[in-house]
């Protein structure tokens, strides 16, 4: 950066607008199907903006301009360039993939932005538990360099699930965060480990055991949360049956950034209650039994003398595996269920509540 530029730093300086088109100035790979892409605008230009936002490119493919959504993964406290990290879809198609095949230094791109709200600037906390998977990594390494930066002693969880180890982004970067300031405690959830690679860290999908054995004070943390829509559903319904003060909950889909407050989603989410009634129908006793929505299958069966056998009662062993025919259960399970016999229809007895009218095979 030129000494003029310095200056502007101090004193005076000017942003960048949208107006400007960005120029790509590096081309960082991350990992087999993952890019930084960095952008500045001139020398002189600083970017201002909060950790966790994000801009809104257009991306000129071969069947018109599409315009992607895309976190910075930068942080605004080394404000010379802005960069997103890109990963590819399964279906290596739209926005991108095109950005992976065709973005190159030199190349300029029109964005509009930055815009939304999830960031840790606007809920300052004394102690954080930053939760995502896959590409909802990066609203996270954004907040996480910008409290690294700002060395202001954040005490903060870092929990990130992957498909597998070869797939965690800025995994390097993280872990020397984590050596450097014993304040950033890191946990990496694989579902999957690589060939020929020794893993020591979890495997699995999250679950309520995880959490409590990473963050046994998750309840006094301010939570941020991003991934898929299935992967924020399960940690809201860990977060909710740990009864944890869902206020302190903050949630972006890396598929559909969040603008405003007036954007946030009504949950809706199934609590089960106490004072709601249920019924489960038996096919053994070919019987309708009335129950509330917050007793398990298996508490309702041992009642009325249906043998299911169980053991750890916390849905990890998987002994209270039962088909369900018909209706719709809330269970919240620590990995004792495939996701294809969830599919199938099986459900675990001692973590499945009934919600209105459930029939069992048993
Ligand atoms: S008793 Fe172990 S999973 Fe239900």
């Given at each position: 950066m030129s000494s003029s530029g310095l200056a502007k730093l101090k004193d005076a300086p000017y942003y960048w607008n949208d107006e400007q088109r960005l120029e790509c100035v590096m081309v960082m790979p991350e990992t087999q199907n993952a890019k930084t892409f960095f952008f500045k605008v001139d020398d002189e230009q600083l970017f201002n903006y909060e950790p966790g936002q994000f801009i809104t490119i257009e991306v000129p493919t071969e069947k018109g301009i599409l315009h992607r959504s895309y976190t910075l993964s930068t942080t605004?406290?080394?404000?010379?360039?802005?960069?997103?990290?890109?990963?590819?879809?399964?279906d290596g198609q739209g926005g991108s993939a095109w950005l992976l095949d065709n973005l190159k230094l030199g190349d300029t791109v029109k964005a509009y932005g930055p815009s939304g709200i999830?960031?840790?600037?606007?809920?300052?906390?004394?102690?954080?538990?930053?939760?995502?998977?896959?590409?909802?990594?990066?609203?996270?390494?954004?907040?996480?360099?910008?409290?690294?930066?700002?060395?202001?002693?954040?005490?903060?969880?870092?929990?990130?699930?992957?498909?597998?180890?070869?797939?965690?982004?800025?995994?390097?970067?993280?872990?020397?965060?984590?050596?450097?300031?014993?304040?950033?405690?890191?946990?990496?959830?694989?579902?999957?480990?690589?060939?020929?690679?020794?893993?020591?860290?979890?495997?699995?999908?999250?679950?309520?055991?995880?959490?409590?054995?990473?963050?046994?004070?998750?309840?006094?943390?301010?939570?941020?949360?991003?991934?898929?829509?299935?992967?924020?559903?399960?940690?809201?319904?860990?977060?909710?049956?740990?009864?944890?003060?869902?206020?302190?909950?903050?949630?972006?889909?890396?598929?559909?950034?969040?603008?405003?407050?007036?954007?946030?989603?009504?949950?809706?989410?199934?609590?089960?209650?106490?004072?709601v009634e249920a019924e489960i129908h038996f096919n053994s006793l070919n019987r309708d039994v009335a129950c509330k929505q917050t007793d398990t299958l298996l508490s309702v069966a041992k009642e009325v003398g249906v043998d299911i056998p169980s053991a750890c009662m916390f849905g990890v062993c998987g002994s209270c595996k039962i088909k369900k025919t018909s209706g719709e259960v809330h269970m919240i399970h620590n990995g004792g269920i495939s996701d294809a016999d969830v599919e199938s229809g099986y459900v675990l007895a001692c973590c499945s509540r009934a919600i209105g009218r459930v029939v069992l095979e048993i």
């Open positions: 605004p406290s080394r404000p010379l360039s802005i960069g997103i990290t890109v990963k590819r879809k399964e999830f960031s840790c600037r606007n809920l300052p906390a004394k102690k954080y538990l930053f939760i995502s998977a896959g590409s909802g990594i990066t609203p996270m390494i954004s907040m996480l360099r910008w409290l690294y930066d700002y060395s202001v002693h954040t005490d903060i969880t870092f929990i990130h699930c992957a498909a597998r180890p070869s797939e965690i982004l800025f995994r390097d970067e993280i872990e020397h965060m984590s050596k450097r300031d014993p304040d950033i405690k890191v946990s990496w959830i694989v579902k999957e480990t690589d060939r020929y690679d020794v893993w020591t860290g979890f495997q699995g999908r999250f679950n309520q055991i995880m959490l409590e054995l990473i963050s046994p004070d998750f309840a006094e943390r301010e939570v941020f949360c991003c991934g898929s829509e299935g992967f924020m559903q399960s940690v809201r319904d860990i977060l909710h049956a740990e009864e944890f003060d869902m206020s302190h909950y903050h949630e972006e889909s890396f598929g559909a950034p969040i603008h405003t407050e007036e954007d946030t989603p009504d949950h809706n989410d199934v609590i089960p209650a106490d004072d």
